[in-house]
């Protein structure tokens, strides 16, 4: 079965930055786009990125550019997303996703969320 | 950026009730529509892709219709499982957008 498994809770003081992980299993990790999406709290989803994890190629949405970095290893299946120069509107929690059915934007797996609360 | 909007934001309705929600998109984007349910702490759960398919898994009571811009998903009859918060989402190009969601709870 497929598992997405995604690093603890963190906290963080404004303009620090954040890494959060995702270990996959159950499925061929390089065989498919990995994307991260955030939900900041009582609001709605909202898509970061999304990187090819045999290749490592990214694309990133436009608000997040220059602050993200999305990276892959397929030696242990993981995928990682860092934020930098965080501010108290980057409070969300963060989950990895995957669509492995039907498309790439189909997300059908999703990690547990990982809970990230940027605070002075 | 492709706009998803969803109406209503919120409703309350009984068990066996049979429950609407509609989600509009700024643009066509042909029956690249999604529909995920979220349960409080929870990950979103893909319920239907393409429109109108079925994930694997998924209670035949639910059902989604629609194309180009106007979208629906019914519940036909509502079971207290259902209580949750459902949101579109479309596929047809990057970035992928979601609506802002429509929590379903008890009246």
């Known amino acids: 079965q497929v598992q997405l498994v995604q690093s603890g809770a963190e906290v963080k003081k404004p303009g620090a930055s954040v890494k959060v992980s995702c270990e996959a299993s159950g499925y061929t990790f390089s065989s498919y786009s990995m994307s991260w999406v955030r939900q900041a709290p009582g609001q709605g989803l909202e898509w970061m990125g999304w990187?090819?994890?045999?290749?490592?190629?990214?694309n990133y949405a436009q608000r997040l550019q220059g602050r993200v970095t999305m990276t892959a290893d397929t030696s242990t299946n993981t995928a990682y997303m860092e934020l930098r120069r965080l501010r108290s509107d980057d409070t969300a929690v963060y989950y990895c996703?995957?669509?492995?059915?039907?498309?790439?934007?189909?997300?059908?797996?999703w990690g547990q969320g990982t809970l990230v609360t940027v605070s002075s | 950026d492709i706009q998803m909007t969803q109406s209503p934001s919120s409703l309350s309705a009984s068990v066996g009730d049979r429950v609407t929600i509609t989600c509009r998109a700024s643009q066509s984007i042909t029956t690249y529509l999604n529909w995920y349910q979220q349960k409080p702490g929870k990950a979103p759960k893909l319920l239907i892709y393409?429109?109108?398919s079925l994930q694997s898994g998924v209670p035949s009571r639910f059902s989604g219709s629609g194309s180009g811009t106007d979208f629906t998903l019914t519940i036909s009859s509502l079971q207290p499982e259902d209580f949750a918060t459902y949101s579109c989402?479309?596929?047809?190009?990057?970035?992928?957008?979601f609506g802002p969601g429509t929590k379903v709870d008890i009246k």
């Open positions: 996703a995957v669509g492995l059915i039907v498309g790439a934007f189909d997300f059908d797996s």
């Open positions: 393409a429109t109108s």
């Open positions: 990187i090819t994890t045999y290749n490592g190629e990214t």
């Open positions: 989402q479309q596929s047809y190009t990057s970035p992928p957008t």
